[in-house]
Every structure is written in C-alpha cells, then in structure tokens.
C-alpha cells in the first residue's frame, strides 16, 4: 500500500486544508487508517464503531490485540452516546480539561464494538483540542480510534517524520501537521470504581485532577516494577518506548551523576561500545560520550515532555549500544517524564545516594 502525505498548516484554515481534510475524513469513513498530529503524540487513526478499521489498526502497529483503543471526539456531548453513564465527575473534569490531553475510562455503551475495546466493558474516551485533529474527527465521522502512530514498542512519534519511520506503506495517509506541542500522552484517569485512579501519568497532573475531584490515586504499577501487580491499562504492561540500546537512569547529586556517567561510558567505550547521554541543559557540556543529547531544561519540564521520545529515537538513529540518562523528579509533569523514562529503561536505575562508599 501507498501512504500518502498532505501536509496541513497548524491551524487549518485555508479552503486547500479543508478540502485536504474532508478527504481524510472520507478515507477514515471507508474503514481507512489515516495518521494525524494531536497535541500530545501524533495518532493513528480509524472508524471506532468498524470492527474491521480496529482491526487494522492493530495489524498497522504490531500491537497486541488486548491493549484498548482511546476513543476520540470532537464535541463534548458525543461522550453520551459512547458510554453508558457520565458520572459527575466526568462531567466536572470535560468541563475543565476537555477539550485537552485528558482521556476517562467509563462504562461502554452498547454499540462500542469489542475489537476497540480490547474486549473490555469499559472504554476509553478523549477529546482533544488540536485544531487538525479536531476536523479530522467531525469529517471522519465523530468517533475515531487512535492509539499512539508508532510501531509497537518504539518511542512515541512528535512528529509525522516519526510516523513515516514506523508505518509508512502500512496506512493509507498521514496528516503532517507539523511537531506536536505536548510529546507525551494523555493522562488516563479511571472513573469506573470508587476512588479515581490515574492509569497513565500525562500532562494533566495528579495535583491538577486533584483540585477538580479531591483524592486521585495513581496505579502504583507507574512508577515502579516490584508491586507483583498488573497495571490496569493493559497497554502499560508491554515493553514500550524502549530505544534499541540498553539504557540506564542515573540519580542523585547534580555533579556526581556527571562524574559517575562519564566513568561509565569511558568504560563502555573501551568494551567497544557505542555510548550516549541523555542530559539536560544545565550539564550538557560536562558530559562526554560518542553521542550526547541535550533533553531540555530542568527550568522548563515541558521541554524535556516535548523532545523525550524524539531524542530516544535519534539514539537509534546513531545506532548506541549504551545509554546513560539523567533522572527527574517524579512529581507534577516529572511524573510522566519519568513513568516513560523508566519504562524506556526496563526500571533499570542507579541511585547513587544509596550507594555504599
Ligand atoms: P495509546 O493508544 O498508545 O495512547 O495507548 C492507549 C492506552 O490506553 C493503553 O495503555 C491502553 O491499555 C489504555 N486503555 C485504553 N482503553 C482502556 C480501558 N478501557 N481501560 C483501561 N485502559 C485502557
Ligand atoms: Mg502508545
């Protein structure tokens, strides 16, 4: 199959774009998959009440076929027709942050088929605020499945680059709607038992649903790989993000973790191993490796949310065998950050304040 790429300005508004788009929507309306940019990661999309478009979409990634499908839309009151009951918490939280990079799991409705949900009762459901995502959505037919537009198991796509990499001849278009703002997913939150549960840390914060609902938990399978339980996503429980190298998160003092790195790669190196660093701003000059990669600023967490899985991808790109990787703290946005570093990293951590002298 041939994929083709229209390109679309950001805001979409010349009479060329919408014509680009209603095509797009027509393609998704014949059970086609077409990839779009949100505002968190790049999606792919098909018809989410066409069994056969949910098919092919896990065929399209790779992905296995009981990881659940987020439902998107794009107005608020297509959630009805969805979900067989909007609790008033979902209600407050689409009044706050929809639309945005927030999706709700509720009870299903009915007509929702069982290939979108991963055969689960519940169903995810997101409205994003994307300008091209939006239209795509009303011209699509109003319920869109899309899950991330990576090959199953890389590092999530920010840009339409990143798409062609992984699903090129595999779908029938994409939307390059340039870089995308957010780069991390949307925070999940679960609605369906007593007390609301994150089940992915996103750019909605705990603190944030906190303000809205009072207490939030978070599934504690996020942060850690030692609790002997199954996260509740099913989708967290797969290998994900992960750059081909072996990659380690280093932690503790600023200066230290610069010294300990650098110690480690010139031994990799002298072991013939391609090295590389995942650093911030505020070191990056410091560090010395065959590929050194500056994240960001820890004086603006979003920019670390915006290039990490770009900068894991170009560690493949410049074929590293080692990667070394600064650690953030796990609150607030750093929450996510670090849910997607550490899986990137199969949990594998050094924290050099524990360390015996
Ligand atoms: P992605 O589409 O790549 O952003 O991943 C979607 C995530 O949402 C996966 O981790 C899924 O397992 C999760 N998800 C989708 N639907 C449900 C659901 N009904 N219940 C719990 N998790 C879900
Ligand atoms: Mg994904």
């Given at each position: 199959m041939e994929t083709e790429i229209v390109k679309v300005n950001h805001r979409c508004v010349s009479p060329e774009e919408?014509?680009?788009?209603?095509?797009?929507?027509?393609?998704?309306?014949?059970?086609?998959?077409?990839?779009?940019p949100t505002e968190t990661v790049y999606g792919l999309g098909g018809d989410a009440m066409n069994p056969q478009a949910a098919r092919k979409i896990y065929t399209a990634k790779g992905r296995p076929s009981d990881n659940p499908l987020i439902i998107h839309i794009g107005h608020?009151?297509?959630?009805?027709?969805?979900?067989?009951?909007v609790p008033a918490a979902a209600a407050r939280l689409g009044e706050v942050f929809w639309p945005g990079p927030l999706t709700m799991i509720l009870p299903k409705a009915e007509k929702v088929?069982?290939?979108?949900?991963?055969?689960?009762e519940t169903v995810a459901v997101r409205f994003p605020s994307h300008p091209v995502a939006r239209k795509l959505i009303e011209y699509g037919g109003g319920f869109v499945a899309a899950p991330s537009a990576n090959a199953s198991g890389r590092p999530?796509?920010?840009?339409?680059?990143?798409?062609?990499?992984?699903?090129?001849?595999?779908?029938?278009?994409?939307?390059?709607?340039?870089?995308?703002?957010?780069?991390?997913?949307?925070?999940?939150?679960?609605?369906?038992?007593?007390?609301?549960?994150i089940l992915r840390p996103g750019y909605i914060t705990q603190e944030m649903l906190e303000d809205i609902l009072g207490p939030v938990d978070i599934?504690?399978?996020?942060?850690?790989?030692?609790?002997?339980?199954?996260?509740?996503?099913?989708?967290?429980?797969?290998?994900?993000?992960?750059?081909?190298?072996?990659?380690?998160?280093?932690?503790?003092?600023?200066?230290?973790?610069?010294?300990y790195i650098n110690a480690q790669v010139l031994a990799d190196?002298?072991?013939?191993?391609?090295?590389?660093?995942?650093?911030?701003?505020?070191?990056?000059?410091?560090?010395?490796?065959?590929?050194?990669?500056?994240?960001?600023?820890?004086?603006?967490?979003?920019?670390?949310?915006?290039?990490?899985?770009?900068?894991?991808?170009?560690?493949?790109?410049?074929?590293?065998?080692?990667?070394?990787?600064?650690?953030?703290?796990?609150?607030?946005?750093?929450?996510?950050?670090?849910?997607?570093?550490?899986?990137?990293?199969?949990?594998?951590?050094?924290?050099?304040?524990?360390?015996?002298?």
């Open positions: 919408e014509r680009k788009l209603r095509r797009a929507g027509e393609i998704l309306k014949a059970g086609g998959l077409v990839a779009f608020f009151e297509d959630l009805f027709e969805i979900v067989k009951e088929p069982y290939e979108t949900t991963g055969g689960l999530s796509p920010t840009s339409a680059g990143h798409v062609v990499e992984d699903l090129s001849g595999r779908i029938d278009m994409i939307v390059d709607g340039g870089p995308v703002g957010i780069g991390v997913e949307s925070t999940i939150v679960d609605l369906t038992e007593g007390t609301p549960r599934d504690v399978t996020m942060m850690r790989d030692d609790s002997g339980q199954a996260p509740k996503a099913p989708g967290m429980k797969y290998r994900h993000y992960a750059p081909a190298g072996r990659l380690v998160i280093v932690e503790g003092e600023p200066e230290e973790v610069v010294a190196s002298r072991a013939g191993e391609r090295t590389g660093i995942l650093g911030t701003k505020e070191q990056f000059g410091k560090y010395h490796a065959d590929v050194v990669k500056c994240i960001g600023s820890r004086e603006e967490e979003e920019s670390i949310a915006r290039n990490l899985f770009s900068v894991l991808r170009e560690f493949d790109d410049e074929k590293v065998t080692r990667i070394y990787s600064e650690s953030f703290p796990a609150q607030g946005l750093g929450q996510a950050i670090m849910n997607r570093l550490l899986k990137a990293a199969g949990h594998s951590v050094v924290n050099l304040r524990n360390r015996e002298e």
